[in-house]
């Protein structure tokens, strides 16, 4: 028996539960999601998205659902849902891939979904923070959902978190679709800090129309396995899109970053700077793809994937893509691996520091260039000492979590 | 301070050291000159324990202990320190931090509490006087970005900034014009006391000019095959080494 199975038996069992607990516009979409599910099931290694991770394997053991309602803090901007201050039916679930079949599934099982909406004009000083906190007592699968609609011309961070409470087996999927309307500016960053019992797939899907600046921060600190996808849609002229990525692996975990941004119309630039560091075992993976269409002059794109492996049994794979139908662009990809810099490593211990401490400054200082270009500052500081004490080994669980104390 | 009684060491599969003999006392400088392969910057990787090389046979003490038996940053925390001759670019690490950690690492091998920062910098401001070397240089990355001149003055500021007892100078006058060279052999002497020791690899008797040695030696071929006094440098100056290489023969 194939992993979709137990998901496909599970959805007729808890269906009808899920559709009572959930809201009109989730349940419209529900069960052609799931017939889509159904119908295609887990992606294997030959579907070229999903190269880098078995997805099979990962939704393969037990997992109970997780139906407790969400719990929103009352707070300017986000909602549940259900108390949406505008009509959601024109995002919701609009442009997500609808035949992804994470998507589907996260579609189908979802019941409770949060709304992040930043009125027209509205410009949020103060950072709007999503916490994610993973708790049970057995292995639990979590679906999340969230919406991010920026108005016309209003801008705001966001800041989510995903953290683990209890050493248990979660298996997360998360479906987010931002929409950005003309002039919006969005900073979205998102740090995982969870377990080697983790596993997450994660899908973002960004609109962008005219005027905008988009830019995406993924931070993997600690994980399990990780599988993130972030597809851009630049549908707006004079849009920036800026995606960036921090990986750090050991033990036997497991990253795999994918990306893909459509130019669908000119004048309009993105930027990719995604950083690995893999140390023990551990496997990264990039994927990005910058597709250009016929009409869309004037694009420029830079994407850049570098790694740095710092073991011998540590594995990287990467595979930057460009696809360009225009023929006045100016667009750029490159990836490195390396090795760590052994003349740099002597001459820092003839100096008198210490091998580990030796290492840790250079992995440090290679993650550094991801890091500089956090722009909200607290964010940005308190990374860096993360960042450090995740290389000197002391970011085993979640610190910030009241609950690990 | 340091006994090297028959060393010999290979980088790969090939021998380059062939049987080296050295002693160097407390307070003396001793010049090490010779053809390009001979073994001289091999030497110095040696004794700071470069992981590249292969000790096969052979000894080398300093102050009494058994140096081989060390790794690279215990020898460091001893008192060695070599300026190289292609200093490393470590893009990312500030010069600042850099120092720091090297500075502290060495007051914890010694069982001291580590500077505070207000120390620290102070310290970096007076021992960068030494050298003339610019504070903007210190917020850089290591190395990123010097030019030649300022590469080895700042080879020159850390040895200043980690007070060693036996400072190895492997061509240090290389690439440097005759001012940059009188700032950084000036900012050498400076640091010299009656306690600490050098070695001096050079090609040319213009460094010798500024820092006299006491002692001068001729390596060729893995071995040293002449010892002298500071004249033997000013006679290889105005007649190579053919004749050095005819004596053997």
């Known amino acids: 028996m194939r992993s979709e199975q137990q998901y496909i038996e599970l959805y007729h069992e808890v269906s009808d539960l899920i559709k009572s607990r959930s809201c009109e516009v989730m349940n419209s979409v529900r069960d052609e999601a799931f017939e889509t599910f159904r119908r295609m099931g887990f992606p294997t290694r030959k579907v070229e998205r999903y190269r880098y991770t078995d997805v099979d394997a990962a939704f393969a053991p037990n997992y109970g659902i997780s139906l407790s309602p969400l719990t929103v803090k009352p707070s300017a901007y986000i909602y549940n849902i259900e108390n949406a201050p505008i009509d959601v039916s024109p995002y919701y679930h609009q442009i997500a891939d609808p035949l992804d079949a994470i998507t589907a599934l996260n579609t189908a099982l979802v019941h409770d979904a949060l709304l992040v909406h930043v009125p027209k004009n509205q410009q949020v000083a103060d950072p709007i923070v999503v916490d994610n906190w993973l708790r049970g007592t057995a292995a639990t699968m979590m679906n999340r959902r969230i919406l991010i609609v920026m108005e016309q011309g209003a801008e705001a961070t966001i800041i989510m978190g995903d953290h683990a409470a209890d050493k248990q087996q979660f298996l997360t999927t998360q479906v987010i679709e931002v929409y950005c309307h003309d002039g919006a500016r969005l900073d979205l960053y998102e740090t995982e800090e969870t377990t080697p019992l983790c596993s997450r797939f994660s899908n973002v899907y960004i609109h962008a129309g005219r005027d905008c600046s988009v830019k995406h921060n993924s931070i993997t600190l600690f994980n399990g396995q990780t599988r993130n996808l972030c597809d851009v849609y630049l549908r707006g002229e004079h849009s920036e899109v800026t995606l960036n990525g921090c990986v750090i692996g050991g033990g036997t975990q497991h990253i795999d970053n994918n990306t893909l941004i459509r130019h669908e119309v000119p004048n309009c630039a993105s930027t990719q700077l995604y950083k690995y560091v893999v140390d023990d075992k551990a496997v990264g993976a990039f994927a990005g793809k910058i597709l250009v269409e016929k009409d869309a002059q004037k694009t420029t794109s830079q994407e850049t994937n570098a790694n740095l492996c710092a073991s011998t049994d540590a594995r990287i794979y990467t595979q930057p893509m460009l696809e360009i139908y225009a023929d006045d662009v100016k667009c750029a990809h490159g990836s490195t691996v390396g090795v760590m810099d052994e003349a740099a490593l002597f001459y820092m211990r003839q100096r008198g520091i210490p091998e ?19 722009k909200f500052e607290p964010l940005r500081q308190k990374l860096y000492v993360k960042v450090e004490k995740r290389f000197r080994g002391e970011l085993d669980k979640c610190e910030d979590c009241r609950l690990c104390k | 301070m340091l006994e090297i009684k028959n060393l010999h060491a290979k980088v790969g599969d090939k021998e380059i050291l062939k049987g080296v003999n050295l002693t160097i006392r407390d307070g003396e400088t001793h010049a090490l000159m010779g053809t390009n392969g001979a073994g001289k910057s091999t030497l110095s990787n040696v004794i700071v324990g470069n992981p590249s090389y292969e000790v096969t046979e052979g000894s080398i003490t300093f102050n009494g202990k058994d140096l081989l038996t060390m790794n690279t940053e215990e020898r460091a925390h001893a008192g060695i320190f070599m300026s190289f001759q292609a200093p490393i670019e470590i893009p990312g690490v500030s ?9 502290n690492a060495r007051r914890e091998a010694q069982g001291k509490e580590p500077l505070k920062s207000t120390d ?24 990123e970005g010097f030019s030649g001149g300022e590469r080895k003055r700042n080879e020159i500021f850390q040895m200043a900034m980690l007070e060693p007892t036996l400072c190895i100078l492997d061509e240090t006058d290389s690439g440097l014009d005759v001012d940059a060279l009188r700032i950084v052999a000036e900012g050498f002497n400076k640091l010299r006391t009656a306690q600490t020791s050098a070695i001096v690899i050079t090609h040319y008797q213009r460094l010798l000019d500024y820092i006299r040695p006491d002692v001068v030696h001729v390596l060729i071929d893995g071995k040293i095959v002449k010892t002298g006094t500071a004249a033997l440098a000013q006679q290889i100056e105005e007649q190579g080494f053919d004749w050095i290489k005819e004596e053997l023969a």
């Open chain 1, 356 to 374: 580990t401490e030796a290492r840790t400054l250079l992995k440090n200082a290679f993650m550094g260039q991801v890091i500089d270009q956090i």
């Open chain 2, 95 to 103: 010069m600042t931090n850099f120092m720091r950690a090297a500075v």
């Open chain 2, 120 to 143: 620290f910098l102070k310290i970096m401001r007076e021992k960068r006087k030494l050298v003339e070397i610019d504070q903007k240089l210190m917020n850089r990355s290591v190395n």
